[in-house]
């Protein structure tokens, strides 16, 4: 069955409303509460509120795809069979998980993100509709969190992190995380030719004083590693070859080299050594604010079930669940390991994080075949996905039901599936 034309307009704005309210949804506090008083009581048992959130657009989504089953099919059958294992893998462990009531609510939330990413691709598609609302979305809500700062301190600021801005967000990591991707939209917008210079650096510094003021020093390293080659591969200062080229020789003389002077006149250098420079760069200690410790004790935990895990999401669930032992000498009420791969390979096993891994991999392999035909569009698809997993080396995000950029990471996927069907019809003999 040939897909829909391109005037195809049913569903449009149902499904634009599905999309900014479920991306708000992921990024504001869990179920509406600014007070953030209900998590530690709603960890295991779940929120009602969150319920009245999460289950129309489920409904609606699942509809959508039922109406639209022909062009779903088609895309379904381009689905990344890495996620399709993951969401396999995951439901599988409910036959081992510690808390299999915990994980069935996850499910719940992985299987209903997957149906919005579906939906939003099967109706109305634009191939520019996802990144152009991911951009008007994000930084709508980045500007009504800077208006929450002056206007709402007591719920805006984090006292105990020199005031760090929270905005309306869950917390000031979800803040900075969204101002560093706001940057990498705007900017991203420029270096098409889809937006004018004053706007995009206008957003672009709201952006990023916002992402300095939540004191996400992770955000901005993933925009320091994104936003350069992003830039370069639309406006190159020589042809892509011959910079690549002499990127990668010089890049390896400049290692040699230290390598070199550092082992003859130093000897071999220690952690501290290696890391205390850019941790002081980024305004973090040599342990990453404690990261180190809450991955030591978590990997402990891994040890104990290194290939099945403890079940998809049944881990933290604060107290009363298998978590506080793990953080009761360090911050109390902790909800990630603050590494997503150590979390998924906690909570699914080295089955689950090389899946994790092969998703990842291959997502960037798809925008890769894609950023010929589909230059904006790919090219985006792909900075997102690096900026996701560098986010993971020191935040959690990874199929985190529900995280804004897992729900996007979900949209990425299937923005590629439906992109390699239009790619496969057009170029079909």
């Not at 600014?34 to 509809?63: C, E, H, K, Y």
Request: glycine share 6%; hydrophobic share 60%.
């Amino acid at each position: 069955m040939p897909l829909p034309a391109a005037d195809d307009q049913r569903f449009t704005w149902l499904l634009l409303t599905l999309f900014w309210a479920t991306l708000a949804f992921a990024l504001l506090p869990d179920g509406l509460d600014w007070a953030r008083d209900t998590a530690l009581q709603n960890a295991q048992q779940g929120s009602f509120v969150r319920r009245m959130q999460w289950m129309p657009p489920f409904i609606v989504s699942a509809l959508v795809i039922w109406l639209r089953r022909g062009v779903a099919a088609q895309v379904v059958r381009q689905i990344d069979p890495w996620l399709a294992l993951f969401v396999g893998w995951a439901i599988l462990s409910l036959a081992w998980s510690d808390y299999p009531a915990a994980t069935v609510r996850k499910l719940v939330l992985l299987i209903g993100t997957v149906l919005i990413a579906l939906a939003f691709q099967v109706a109305a598609w634009r191939p520019q509709r996802l990144r152009r609302h991911s951009r008007a979305c994000i930084s709508a809500l980045v500007l009504a969190s800077v208006a929450a700062v002056f206007l709402m301190p007591d719920i805006a600021r984090v006292a105990g992190y020199d005031n760090a801005w929270t905005g309306i967000a869950r917390s000031k990591n979800h803040l900075g995380m969204a101002a560093g991707l706001m940057m990498v939209l705007w900017i991203h917008g420029l270096a098409i030719g889809e937006v004018r210079a004053l706007p995009a650096l206008a957003w672009t510094a709201v952006a990023a004083l916002t992402l300095i003021m939540a004191r996400n020093a992770t955000a901005l390293l993933c925009v320091l590693a994104v936003l350069p080659p992003l830039w370069l591969f639309f406006r190159p200062v020589v042809s892509m070859r011959r910079m690549a080229v002499t990127g990668a020789l010089a890049l390896a003389a400049t290692v040699v080299t230290l390598l070199f002077v550092i082992l003859v006149g130093h000897g071999i250098p220690t952690w501290r050594e290696l890391v205390g420079p850019v941790a002081t760069a980024v305004g973090r200690d040599v342990t990453f604010t404690g990261r180190l410790e809450i991955w030591r004790l978590v990997y402990a935990e891994v040890v104990q079930h290194p290939w099945l895990g403890t079940g998809f999401q049944a881990f933290w669930l604060g107290a009363g669940g298998p978590a506080p032992w793990v953080t009761q000498d360090l911050y109390g009420g902790l909800w990630q390991a603050h590494n997503g791969y150590l979390d998924v390979l906690n909570e699914l096993g080295i089955p689950g994080l090389l899946i994790t891994l092969g998703f990842c991999v291959n997502t960037v392999r798809r925008g890769l075949v894609l950023v010929g035909r589909w230059p904006a569009e790919a090219s985006w698809l792909i900075a997102f996905t690096m900026f996701l997993m560098i986010t993971n080396i020191a935040e959690s995000t990874l199929f985190r039901p529900i995280h804004f950029l897992f729900l996007l990471s979900i949209h990425a996927s299937m923005a590629l599936a439906r992109l390699r069907v239009i790619d496969r019809l057009e170029t079909a003999p």
